[in-house]
């Protein structure tokens, strides 16, 4: 079966605390993307990438890293930078070309501060 | 500036009773507008993409159409299982950015 699998599902993180976040592709798409979720704010974008080796921040990237080593993966960390990171995260992938080309989304990591 | 406005925030409707949820949008250049619906705590499932006005798709229950400022998603008779946010992206230009509106959570009550 061919999609996207964001690990974990629930994550529960410490104050001072860096955590990643695991997204995993096999639908050989060169883009993938991160999302923050809040409620009432919609989907923003926190870092997204092209290629292997290639990333570029989104709107929101303060505060979170991402590395793109591997075509199939692109792992978001939250680090303790990030004062506020209790939120819904998703994880997304498309192919790329002249046209627009839709997003695919994993299944979203919780991820709380206690 | 909002690139992509989605009205009506929340919409509740009776089974069976018809309406639309709109989806605004100031970009330059569209290069494809999205339509997703979501379930609480899962992620955006694909439903359509729209590419030019005057495009329309459709899929059971839902048809979604494109003018050069807009597009809708029309709900024909719907039922309780069709509750959900409704998403829209648009992307413009020459990047692969996508830029989300804040959707519209629909409750269809039996």
């Known amino acids: 079966d061919g999609g996207i699998t964001q690990s974990p599902k629930y994550l529960f993180r410490k104050e001072g605390q860096n955590v990643t976040l695991s997204c995993e592709q096999n639908?050989?798409?060169?883009?993938m993307y991160w999302y923050r979720q809040d409620p009432g704010q919609g989907l923003r974008l926190i870092y997204y990438?092209?290629?292997?080796?290639?990333?570029q921040k989104g709107d929101i990237a303060e505060g979170y890293s991402v590395s793109r080593e591997k075509k199939e993966s692109f792992p978001l960390t939250v680090t303790s930078a990030q004062k506020n990171p209790t939120a819904f995260y998703l994880c997304?992938?498309?192919?790329?070309?002249?046209?627009?080309?839709?997003?695919?989304f994993g299944q979203g990591t919780r991820l709380t501060v206690v | 500036e909002d690139q992509v406005t989605q009205s009506p925030e929340a919409l509740r409707l009776q089974e069976g009773e018809s309406s639309s949820l709109n989806c605004s949008y100031t970009v330059s250049g569209l290069r494809g507008l999205f339509w997703y619906r979501q379930d609480p705590g899962k992620g955006p499932e694909f439903l359509f993409t729209?590419?030019?006005a005057g495009e329309e798709k459709e899929k059971e229950r839902l048809k979604a159409t494109l003018t050069k400022k807009e597009s809708f998603l029309h709900i024909t008779a719907p039922k309780p299982e069709d509750s959900a946010t409704y998403l829209c992206a648009v992307q413009e230009g020459t990047g692969n950015q996508f830029y989300f509106g804040t959707g519209t959570s629909l409750t269809v009550i039996p």
């Open positions: 639908l050989n798409h060169d883009a």
């Open positions: 729209l590419y030019s």
């Open positions: 997304a992938s498309s192919t790329q070309g002249q046209g627009g080309t839709e997003a695919f």
């Open positions: 990438s092209q290629i292997v080796n290639d990333f």
